[in-house]
């Protein structure tokens, strides 16, 4: 969580009805202080210079430039921001490609608001959002032969501290929570997780998931394998 659980946020949305009505909205909760409302990337790159953002609400279809090109400059300049996809789009294949680009969750704009507040509130404490379309999504990437981890990783082992690390992942705890429970320091954790990503091939924390669900690292109980693959579809 942000020092003082004050939450930065940012809105980038070419819509400007939208954009100013969210807003309004969030800037009536308590923690939550939106610092940024953008109509584009072009926009929101020059006032992000001079401001702190913790997450970023972004549509994915902006003029100019794609979701999954500004997601993948947002994270590339500024790594620390923690992105929420918002879309009205139900192409799978290009949400998990988000995913994969590194975004924190996906809600769409029919989700109820306080479902946008809960997953602003998870990602700012650096957890995956897992929602519907989050679901939705790696039940597509687990349905599917994807030759993509075929090889990728396959002949690399992982040590116990590894696949700890995995399943606490899994179990949506953030890094300071990993590191107690590991009685390690947080920049251990941080390693850790670094090093996976180099070491698999990998750039998300949600491909890392994809990752250790496919080699069956993680270890999910009936009902919540049931839940995660089948939840609100």
Known sequence: MPPTNLIN????????LFRKALKNYLSGQGNIQVVIQSPDIRDL????????????????FMPNIDGLEAAMLIRNEYPDIKILALSMCTDVSLLNDLLDAGVYGILSKTDEPEELIRAILSVSEGKIYRN???????????QIDIKKYNGNGSDVMLNEREKKVLQLLWDEKNNKEIAEHLFLGVRSVEKIRQDLKEKLNIK??????????????????????????????
């Open 9 to 16: 946020l940012a809105i980038v949305d070419d819509h400007t």
């Open 204 to 233: 998300s924390t949600v491909g890392l998931l994809k990752y250790a669900i496919n080699k069956k690292i993680i270890k999910i109980n009936a009902q919540s394998y049931s839940d995660f693959f089948t939840q609100n579809k």
């Open 132 to 142: 519907k379309l989050f679901t939705e999504v790696l039940y597509w990437n687990k």
């Open 45 to 60: 790159f020059r006032r992000l210079e001079n401001s702190c953002v913790h997450v970023l609400l972004m549509d994915i």
